[in-house]
């Protein structure tokens, strides 16, 4: 315990140190301002302003490039919910109670909340990270393939969940989803798969082509449709920041959301992923009305942003301890460590303690710095919304064809938003809903790749996927899960054939 | 997602087909199933212990095609929501506008058709000027304006601030600036001449707005 | 303050299209970096770049364009215009194996480029998990052979170096261990890490740090010199293996065509950040090997590509790799 406090007294002595706080401010705020564009994610964020940071001395450099990754983490959410555009898988979640939310003037509500239930989950994942960070290691490497593919089967459970209307239409969509995400060339053979034979598919469809697409574009759409239906948004524009009740309804859903993101961003291989959607489950099934979900319920945005930045923390700790990024961004991370001269590796914690622990310091820094910048511009973001739609619809659709184009440089890309969006406008239109189907094509490719890794190691021996403790246990709680998901339909599928 | 479905009022449909949007979903299910079967036909499928590539997404195209079945028979079965109505001005105007970004915004080489990249400069006014004619209320001078002024916000925000490689303008471009300027001062002073031109294009219309080009006088839909 | 330099390094004369080699550069040049931001190639990339920028007086913006094992950016960037303002990082597969692993490649290696220099060698070294029952290659060579149905090779996805080097690793040795796919370094390592996997060949960047951290066991490394950065490692031939020496080169190049006097003016400017103390300090920092005065120049990086490609076709057709 004396450990922890002089270590971490160590850190804040880092974190603290004027030029230190003025580039975790400035990571965060260009970090937010970059990342509320639509289509810019955090990874298109960091590697645009990684040469910023080259001028720096490695720790300056580390702590503002953290900054800029919660700042574009949050710079998303504001996306998802001002214009229901995901910049990243984790914000998905957010959208769809955030933006009904504010198309029910309640835009600044679900950004306060947003914001609050961030800097409380950030909080609580520095402490786990600065006690918990080395023991916690060794959770990522119990985690083989094995255990992987039973994660993700469960957190396919809860896309069945997380669906509002037809149980069998969430279903086919997440089929669909999963079905997506094989396309491209296979891992194991090279072999490519449903790719026309066009070299931009080899590599698979992009997450932010798609959910730009499917959310972004065909939202536009949709909304061009209703003209007297989305003038609901600007009409009332409410209360900017959360009130008491607001507080009372979203405290525990916040407690809970923590806890999840917290455990799931130490697994490696984006496990990150899986906070939101488990937090909106638990949300959802707790509620006493699960019908208000999808609906604007606020528990449905604090849970899961929450989850979302305690996620987002914690995913560090593979990064600290074993120098293993878990993700995408986190591999961002590790390539502008060395070239600042840092490899990351189990030594950093010993050889560089003031670059470690005033990462770690700078990490809750980083988050107080989030709500002092986001809570005053949530009056600036809500006033967008007062933007004739007519002006803010071929604005916002140049962002998405800059921001797209910025990830890769690809006109296909571009292209590609304008396919998927029509086909999301279709999905709508058929009385599908895209959320299921980005989930499936999120866990999609993990899950493959696991299940045949699993498969190959057990020289195709499908007992190994219950014989293994925790992989069993995952499979059990999504079997579980599955049954209380589909009793209810089930039962009402009964009734109203009776009625009939 | 929408709170609001056009088609769900109680209008009972005489016939065999009893809920229309569940069977265009389940034909568009099957369709799409029957489309990856066809493109994994030549794949080997592989054991458990060596799953090949075609495993996977033939099982999953199995999956989807028996979700678009129950679908389908569902909608002969079961009382279901009508279409919605459906508008083609929203979707081929937004599309049009993501073309012509995609199009313009860099050089293409189809064999001997070489297309100049463009940049930004281009793309930018093009997308907001044919995506803004998605919405029967557009208008020609408001969205000039628009052009005008976003695009060269994000010229200089993306290729000055943040030196995104991205294409801002025609390299030919820089011929008709002194020789001696940067690339940066070019980016420059074409944002300053944009920003201006909006500024024009603000104040000189400014009392017509009725006499504008106003698209939306055939009101409703296509 | 970067801005300034650049408004005054734009030299005066012509516009951009007549662009002639006195001149050259004027504007900034874009460095297409065929992998994702952040992996051993790109980190390469921006620390030698960031040495030549200044060389040329004019900024280089790396423009990462990952796909396909790196034939996506690779692909792009040879068909773009050869006025020397666009060139290219590429690197022992884009420029050795894919011509075996990609049947359709849209270019030719040894004859679609204007070579600038090589930048920097990886080297690889053969791994193990922890606990694996040997202690030295002899000993790991020997179990492989004795148990080659029960061994786990991990290897970062078709067409990433792991693979290629872990086929090639194979071919020598004469054994065939069941390969398991990882996407990318990082996944592969975690699993070694956690004893799901038993060994691995690997950029000596991606694997030192868990190698001194006593993580995992390193066997061996595939140079003729052992690393600054590994002292304890022998050489594959220290340790009594031969014919396997292989190194993930970066080398960087510019689309055929490019005015020669263009491509000299590149190749000096790189062949300065090689000697430039801070670049070599980096560089060395990775457990790179920064290539000899004979074998920076543009000649002998098109003699290297010419024998790489003459390498790597034979072994990755006889294993049957293809990723089409």
């Known amino acids: 315990m004396g450990d922890f406090f002089s270590n971490l007294s160590l850190g804040f002595g880092v974190a603290l140190s004027l030029q230190n706080l003025g580039l975790a401010f400035l990571g965060c705020l260009v970090g937010t301002l970059v990342g509320v564009l639509p289509g810019v994610g955090p990874i298109a964020t960091i590697a645009m302003l990684l040469p910023i940071t080259f001028g720096l001395d490695p720790t300056g450099a580390l702590i503002m490039l953290a900054g800029i990754y919660y700042g574009a983490q949050y710079g998303g959410s504001t996306t998802a919910i001002l214009v229901n555009i995901p910049g990243e898988a984790t914000s998905v979640v957010t959208a769809l109670d955030g933006h009904q939310m504010a198309r029910q003037g309640r835009a600044g509500v679900a950004l306060g909340i947003a914001a609050i239930g961030s800097f409380f989950a950030g909080t609580v994942a520095t402490l786990v990270i600065a006690a918990l960070g080395a023991p916690l290691t060794g959770l990522a490497l119990i985690f083989g393939p094995t255990e992987y593919f039973s994660l993700m089967v469960m957190g396919l459970v809860f896309a069945v969940v997380l669906a509002r209307g037809s149980i069998l239409k969430a279903i086919a969509m997440i089929l669909v989803g999963v079905l997506l995400s094989t396309v491209g060339t296979d891992l194991e053979t090279g072999e490519e798969r449903m790719t026309f034979g066009l070299p931009f598919l080899a590599d698979g469809i992009d997450f932010a082509v798609l959910a730009m697409g499917i959310f972004g574009i065909a939202e536009i759409m949709r909304n061009l449709d209703h003209t007297e239906h989305r003038d609901v948004v600007r009409q009332a524009i409410g209360r900017l920041l959360p009130n008491k009740d607001d507080f009372k309804q979203s405290y525990k859903p916040v407690l809970r959301g923590t806890l999840i993101g917290a455990i799931l961003g130490i697994l490696p291989g984006n496990g990150a992923v899986l906070g939101p959607f488990a937090s909106y489950t638990l949300e959802k099934k707790l509620a006493k009305d699960p019908r208000r979900f999808g609906r604007g319920a606020i528990e449905g945005v604090a849970g899961p942003e929450s989850a979302n930045n305690a996620g987002a923390q914690t995913s560090f700790i593979p990064l600290l301890t074993l120098g293993i990024p878990p993700n995408a961004v986190m591999a961002l991370m590790v390539g502008a460590m060395t070239i600042h001269g840092i490899i990351p590796g189990p030594q950093v914690m010993t050889k560089n303690p003031t670059l470690f622990w005033g990462m770690i310091a700078s990490m809750w820094v980083g988050n107080l710095m989030l709500l002092i910048i986001n809570l005053p511009m949530v009056g600036l973001w809500v006033r967008l919304l007062k933007v004739p739609y007519r002006l803010l619809f071929p604005a916002i659709l140049m962002f998405c064809c800059i921001g797209i184009y910025s990830i890769n440089s690809l006109p296909t890309d571009v292209m590609f938003i304008g396919l998927f969006g029509f086909v999301g406008y279709m999905l709508i239109k058929f009385g599908f809903e895209p959320a299921p189907m980005l989930l499936g094509f999120v866990l999609g490719k993990l899950m493959e790749e696991n299940l045949r890794r699993a498969l190959i190691i057990s020289r195709g021996d499908m007992m190994t996927f219950i014989d293994r403790p925790i992989s069993a246990g995952l499979l059990a709680v999504a079997a579980i899960l599955l049954v209380i998901a589909l009793l209810p339909s089930i039962r009402k599928g009964r009734d109203e054939v009776f009625t009939e | ?222 | 303050m970067k801005k300034t330099v650049l408004a005054l390094a734009a030299v005066a004369g012509l516009a951009a299209t007549g662009a002639h080699a006195q001149n050259y550069p004027t504007r900034p040049i874009t460095m297409i970096v065929p992998f994702a931001a952040g992996g051993p190639t790109d980190v390469i990339a921006r620390i030698v770049t960031d040495h030549m920028s200044r060389t040329l007086g004019q900024q280089i913006v790396i423009e990462n364009v990952a796909g396909a094992g790196g034939t996506t950016g690779i692909t792009r960037a040879a068909q773009s215009q050869p006025d020397g303002y666009t060139i290219m990082m590429g690197h022992m597969g884009t420029h050795g194996a894919a011509p075996a692993l990609y049947p359709n490649l849209k270019y030719d290696p040894t004859k679609d480029f204007a070579p600038i220099g090589l930048a920097a060698g990886t080297p690889i070294v053969i791994v193990a998990r922890k606990d694996f029952p040997a202690n030295d290659l002899k000993g790991f060579l020997e179990y492989l052979k004795a148990n080659a149905d029960k061994v786990n090779m991990a290897h970062a996805g078709v067409g990433s170096v792991s693979h290629s080097t872990g086929i090639f690793f194979n071919s020598v040795v004469k054994v065939k261990p069941t390969m398991v796919a990882y996407r990318g370094t990082g996944p592969a390592l975690n699993d070694l890490m956690g004893n799901t996997v038993d060994f691995m060949t690997d950029q000596i960047v991606n694997v030192a740090p868990q190698i001194q951290g006593n993580n995992i066991k390193a066997f061996a490394i595939a140079t003729p010199e052992r690393s600054p950065v590994l002292p304890n490692v022998p050489t594959t031939k220290e340790a009594g293996l031969e014919g396997y020496e292989v190194s993930a080169w970066n080398a960087a190049f510019a689309p055929k065509g490019t005015p020669p006097d263009v491509v000299k003016k590149l190749s000096d400017a790189l062949i300065k950040s090689l000697e430039d103390e801070n670049t070599k300090k980096r560089l060395l920092e990775l457990g790179g090997v920064i290539p000899s005065a004979t074998e920076r120049t543009p000649e002998a990086l098109q003699k290297l590509v010419e024998s790489e490609v003459a390498r790597w076709t034979p072994v990755l057709k006889a294993a049957g790799a293809t990723a089409e």
């Open chain 2, 1 to 222: 997602m929408s709170v609001l479905h056009e088609g769900s009022e109680p209008v009972r449909h005489r016939g065999p087909v009893r809920a229309p949007q569940s069977l265009a979903g389940g034909l568009l299910l099957i369709a799409l199933a029957a489309l990856a079967l066809w493109l994994t036909r030549d794949l080997d499928q592989g054991t458990l212990n060596a799953m090949g590539p075609a495993m996977l997404p033939r099982w999953l195209a199995i999956g989807v095609g028996l979700s678009g079945l129950a679908l389908l028979a569902a909608a002969f079965l079961k009382e279901g929501d009508l279409l919605e109505r459906w508008s083609l001005r929203g979707p081929v105007f937004v599309i049009g506008a993501i073309l012509a970004f995609a199009f313009t915004i860099r050089g293409y080489a189809f064999g001997s058709l070489v297309l100049p990249g463009l940049g930004l400069l281009v793309a930018g006014p093009l997308a907001i000027i044919i995506g803004g004619h998605a919405t029967p209320e557009a208008r020609l001078r408001d969205l000039v304006i628009l052009a005008l002024s976003l695009t060269p916000f994000c010229m200089v925000l993306f290729g000055d601030l943040l030196n995104l490689p991205i294409p801002v303008f025609p390299q030919a471009l820089t011929g008709l600036f002194p020789a001696d300027w940067s690339q940066k001062a070019v980016l420059r002073a074409t944002a300053a001449i944009m920003a201006g031109a909006a500024v024009l294009v603000f104040l000189t219309t400014r009392g017509r707005r009725q006499a504008s080009v106003d698209v939306a006088d055939h009101s409703g839909r296509i």
